[in-house]
């Protein structure tokens, strides 16, 4: 085997620690400045080379959300990064046998404060090259194994398992190595730390730690005072949600664009599958062929990141022309290029498109799929072990074809079932259903749906997070609930079946009462308590997550008409657009489906009659960004849909609608394309912002 040597930390999307903030004081920004300091989707970390030991700081508030950085001063500066020849992992998170890791919990920190000693954090991830490569060299190292086990509480965390404790400790990307102090607040943050410089931080943050114990712990009371004082005085934000809004989201996309590589972003080059949607969207509402051209150029660029021998995408790029890919795939990255790519091969017909979305299924199903209970895993190695035991990064494994691939062996799956990544999979996949005919694929999401709804939903807890030893564990966290409805309601419009519908409301509702801040607006990410351990106490509030969830709740609107539904997303907007830095696409996204009212195809029809099932998928597959599809049964359902009501006459037939408007009925499945086509211009114009009231757009509400 190899001398490993310290490699770079493994990039993140996200921003380290709770919230994301401008420097900019309240009341003074319009909605254009504010997203000048956003991020296209949910942005990226930087490569941190040093260590920070954080200044005492008042905990400040801006726009309702909060930050603690706790107490110290720069004492030093460590190197992270040595070389680009990396070390060999195993393909799976080693825990040493020397190191007495603890998981997070109330043992650990009751230890750490009956002992008096602090905490290393190790916040690591099953994919990640770099979290491996501190495995084999630090954390191998006898000293720093013997000062961890006699002098501090080790604690390793697997970011994906508990997304609550990596955005309050995540310091740019993974590992995140912490110092905390006994009661779990932060001391020291870096990431990739070599042996000589792991000693050094744990020596120094512990004897500086003993040395000013009395005044920290008078700083973190002090902290935790001014976060209670915040939340208690912060307060719903008001203001109209304006199509202003949205055409600054534009402009502001369109001055991001990388019109060289492609993208929204310079380096590194993350996916941005929110931004492609809107892009599509705004194309096919409003004849953009610049967007249409934005779009497909960056999902061609971005196809360097696609594996041509097995499918599926990598996770992201270094560099700025997507090239120098780090190798893990993650579930969660081939359902949201899934529905990219495939919404391309819709827009142009073009079979390479399509190819790729197939190349993807064959992956998923492949490599990430329980075929025999349902359910996909969370994620594949970069790197794969050899007979050797020595292993091969990915750089080189995934340059060879098949046959050497399978010579050499497979990277390792990490096969833990995250709620969220599935019910993000599922959706996907009932897309590729509807569009492809795949059958398979619609089963096999349906099956997975059900599954995960039984073993993880318990009324009045929500849905949890994964299952340990059999057992449903982490419960109530925002991104599962929101995914799941909003896949529940995917399958309820594939299906026709109102069983889903039903679902998505009940997990729904269950979100509101535990995660609702109805003080403050939107919602918190975790079930708030007292009794919560370290930052978890923090009360941090996913923008990008509440975008999402705004999404549902119009949709749940635009399908249900109850207009408490339509309150809730607008109040999501208030609090997203108040809130300083946003995930500029996903509320672009947001805003649009909250003012217009989505087309609606609606087919009337007997649900056994084998010509309604046809014009029924038929109208699955008709292109028009964001429809809604109804299947309404004369013999049980209903007819009317918010003002207009359908005859009861003998069909099948179909009806495209907006608010108000509809098409003549359509009794041939194979009409339904080109009838759509031919009413196409008269469903722009009467695609008029919803329920508007007049007036100029409130971009400063404070």
């Not at 260590?51 to 004492?75: E, K, N, P």
């Not at 712990?217 to 809004?245: F, L, T």
């Not at 014009?615 to 013999?635: C, E, I, Q, T």
Request: with cysteine; net charge neutral.
């Amino acid at each position: 085997m190899k001398k490993a040597t310290i490699t770079p930390n493994c990039h993140s999307r996200e921003s380290g620690n709770p919230g994301s903030f401008s420097s900019s004081r309240e009341g003074e920004k319009s909605l254009d400045s504010r997203l000048k300091m956003s991020r296209m989707t949910e942005g990226e970390g930087g490569n941190d080379r040093r260590g920070h030991w954080y200044g005492a700081q008042a905990a400040r508030r801006y726009r309702g959300f909060l930050r603690v950085w706790i107490t110290g001063f720069l004492l030093l500066t460590t190197p992270v990064s040595a070389s680009d020849q990396f070390g060999q992992p195993r393909g799976v998170v080693p825990t040493s046998p020397a190191i007495h890791w603890s998981g997070w919990g109330a043992k650990a920190f009751e230890r750490a404060q009956a002992e008096d000693k602090l905490i290393l954090l190790d916040l690591t991830a099953v994919w990640c090259h770099a979290c491996h490569v501190m495995d084999e060299t630090t954390y191998a190292d006898p000293a720093v194994v013997e000062l961890l086990n006699a002098e501090f509480i080790p604690v390793r965390v697997e970011t994906d398992q508990r997304p609550d404790i990596a955005v309050r400790y995540k310091h740019g990307g993974w590992p995140t190595t912490s110092v905390l102090l006994p009661s779990g607040e932060i001391l020291f943050q870096a990431n990739v730390l070599p042996p000589d410089a792991m000693l050094e931080v744990l020596h120094t943050s512990d004897a500086f730690y003993r040395d000013n114990k009395r005044d920290m712990a008078e700083r973190v009371a002090q902290i935790w005072e001014q976060v209670e004082s915040a939340q208690r005085a912060s307060r719903q934000p008001h203001g109209r949600i304006h199509p202003a809004m949205l055409a600054q989201i534009l402009e502001m996309m369109k001055r991001e664009y990388d019109p060289v590589s492609g993208g929204f972003r310079d380096a590194p080059k993350f996916f941005e599958p929110e931004a492609i949607a809107l892009a599509f969207s705004r194309s096919f509402w409003h004849r953009d062929s610049e967007w249409r051209r934005m779009a497909l150029f960056t999902l061609d660029q971005q196809l360097t990141l696609y594996d041509p021998i097995w499918g599926g995408f990598f996770r992201y790029a270094e560099e700025a022309d997507w090239s120098h890919p780090h190798y893990e795939k993650l579930l969660s990255i081939q359902a949201s290029n899934l529905l990219n790519y495939l919404e391309a091969y819709q827009v142009t017909g073009l079979l390479r498109y399509r190819e790729v979305v197939e190349g993807t299924m064959r992956y998923v199903t492949r490599f990430l799929a329980d075929r025999e209970r349902g359910g996909f895993y969370a994620s594949q190695d970069a790197d794969a072990p050899d007979r050797s035991g020595a292993g091969v990064p990915g750089d080189e494994f995934f340059a060879l074809d098949e046959s050497r691939r399978l010579a050499i062996g497979i990277p390792s799956v990490d096969r833990t079932m995250l709620t969220d990544w599935n019910a993000l999979m599922i959706k996907a996949s009932l897309r590729v259903a509807q569009v492809l005919g795949n059958r398979e694929a619609r089963e096999f999401a349906l099956q997975t749906l059900r599954r995960f709804y039984k073993e993880r939903y318990q009324p009045g807890r929500g849905l949890a997070h994964l299952l340990h030893e059999g057992h449903p564990r982490e419960f109530g966290l925002l991104a599962d609930q929101v995914f799941v409805a909003d896949a529940l309601l995917e399958a309820f419009l594939s299906t026709g079946s109102a069983s889903y519908l039903k679902q998505a409301e009940t997990v729904i509702e269950d979100a509101i009462r535990l995660l609702e801040d109805s003080q403050g607006g939107g919602y918190f990410d975790r079930i708030p308590s007292a009794s919560s351990l370290g930052l978890l106490k923090f009360p941090h509030k996913d923008l990008h997550v509440n975008a999402a969830l705004s999404l549902v709740f119009s949709d749940l609107f635009y399908l249900t008409r109850d207009p408490r539904y339509r309150e809730k997303s607008e109040h999501i907007l208030q609090m997203i657009l108040e809130a300083g830095s946003l995930p500029v696409a996903q509320t672009g996204r947001a805003i649009h489906r909250f003012l217009y009212y989505p087309v609606h195809i609606v087919v009337v029809g007997e649900k056994s009659q084998a010509a309604a099932r046809r014009l029924f998928g038929r109208s699955l597959a008709v292109y028009a960004p964001g429809k809604l599809v109804r299947f309404l049964d004369p013999r049980v359902d209903s007819l009317s849909i918010g003002e207009v009501t359908f005859p009861k006459v003998t069909g099948p037939f179909a009806y495209v609608c907006t608010e108000r408007l509809c098409s003549s009925p359509i009794a041939r499945a194979e009409e339904l394309p080109d009838r759509f086509r031919e009413i196409f211009t008269a469903l722009t114009e009467a695609r008029k912002p919803f329920s508007m009231r007049n007036g100029p757009p409130a971009l400063n509400t404070r």
